[in-house]
T-cell receptor
């Protein structure tokens, strides 16, 4: 079962920042927080991931709460191409070397971007 | 970056026929690949975990005799939908992880839209 909770949808204006929240109150010490997004009729695309510290890459920033029970994906300037479903997922690093751990998707947040 | 190629992107078949979907990791080796199914307006549902050189592990409720998975090499996994019926029409997506790297992201194919008439 998915262990994260996200709002069903959010709306943003183009060129403005977007903060997408995710709650994972039952996160374990070995769980990484991953974010993926899915554009219509495409497979999901990796966005960012982190463990404890905030992370930045060319696509987004990830802010992780000190207790790790929640996180926020930050798109600094939303564009129309960022309209997608964003999934927040926990992945257990204790199984990472076996390669066998599963990734379960929740419902995600559908982001609408207005021009 | 790592690329996962999925083929075909779209297929239409008649009820009762079988369809094979291929998933290839193009620039990395993947000991494990995952197969998902997605219905319109819904999230991805994990169907099975494909392990190179061994039998796939199916999620509860997924018929292994209907959805045959073969992972014959470190770069190729196939999903065969046998005796397809209209209710099998869906968007099928594969993903893979680079075995050579630690806590790495999953890389996804672009999906296969299956329509059974």
């Amino acid at each position: 079962d998915a262990k994260t909770t996200q709002p069903n949808s959010m709306e943003s204006n183009e060129e403005e920042p977007v903060h997408l929240p995710c709650n994972h109150s039952t996160i374990s010490g070995t769980d990484y927080i991953h974010w993926y997004r899915q554009l219509p009729s495409q497979g999901p695309e990796y966005v960012i991931h982190g463990l404890t510290s905030n992370v930045n890459n060319r696509m987004a920033s990830l802010a992780i709460a000190e207790d790790r029970k929640s996180s926020t994906l930050i798109l600094h300037r939303a564009t129309l191409r960022d309209a997608a479903v964003y999934y927040c997922i926990l992945r257990d690093r204790s199984n990472q070397n076996t390669g066998g751990f599963k990734t379960i998707f929740g419902a995600g947040t559908r982001l609408f971007v207005k021009a | 970056g790592a690329v996962v190629s999925q083929h075909p992107s779209r297929v239409i078949c008649k009820s009762g026929t079988s369809v094979k979907i291929e998933c290839r990791s193009l620039d990395f080796q993947a000991t494990t690949m995952f197969w998902y199914r997605q219905f319109p307006k819904q999230s991805l549902m994990l169907m099975a975990t494909s392990n190179e050189g061994s039998k796939a592990t199916y999620e509860q409720g997924v018929e292994k005799d209907k959805f045959l998975i073969n992972h014959a090499s470190l770069t190729l996994s196939t999903l065969t939908v046998t005796s397809a019926h209209p209710e099998d029409s869906s968007f099928y997506i594969c993903s893979a992880r680079d075995r050579g790297r630690g806590a790495t992201p999953l890389h996804f194919g672009n999906g296969t839209r299956l329509t059974v008439t």
